[in-house]
Nanobody, 123 residues
Framework: QVQLVESGGGLVQAGGSLRLSCAASERTFNSYNMAWFRRAPGKEREFAAAISRSGGTTDYADPLKGRFTISRDNSKNTVYLQMNSLEPEETAVYYC????????????????WGRGTQVTVSS
């Protein structure tokens, strides 16, 4: 059982930046593909970014390319999401997810989930 704990959310003005972290309990963290998803108020959960076990491959939702960066530090069992030029419509709860088998844009592909961290972008 992998436990994931997100942190780093908060209130930021439009155009600002935040760095989210997701710490995993699992010692074999480098066996898991990791991803970030988000759920805005009244909307469905959507894919943000994913990273392979080694960190050598990344994937981003098209609107986030060039502004968001996913990375991981396997020595610290942590995955990060650097978010720049944030927009008010990106206000959401951000979740990290983990799975051994797949690196996917599909939420149902991931077995383990954190509880999320709130990001609020003011205009």
């Amino acid at each position: 059982q992998v436990q994931l704990v997100e942190s780093g959310g908060g209130l930021v003005q439009a155009g600002g930046s935040l760095r989210l972290s997701c710490a995993a309990s699992e010692r074999t963290f480098n066996s898991y593909n990791m991803a970030w998803f988000r759920r805005a108020p009244g909307k469905e959960r959507e894919f943000a970014a994913a990273i392979s076990r080694s960190g050598g491959t990344t994937d981003y939702a098209d609107p986030l390319k060039g502004r968001f960066t996913i990375s991981r530090d396997n020595s610290k069992n942590t995955v990060y999401l650097q978010m720049n030029s944030l927009e008010p419509e990106e206000t959401a709860v951000y979740y990290c997810a983990a799975d051994r088998a797949v690196m996917s844009r599909v939420a149902s592909s991931y077995v383990y989930w954190g509880r999320g961290t709130q990001v609020t972008v003011s205009s």
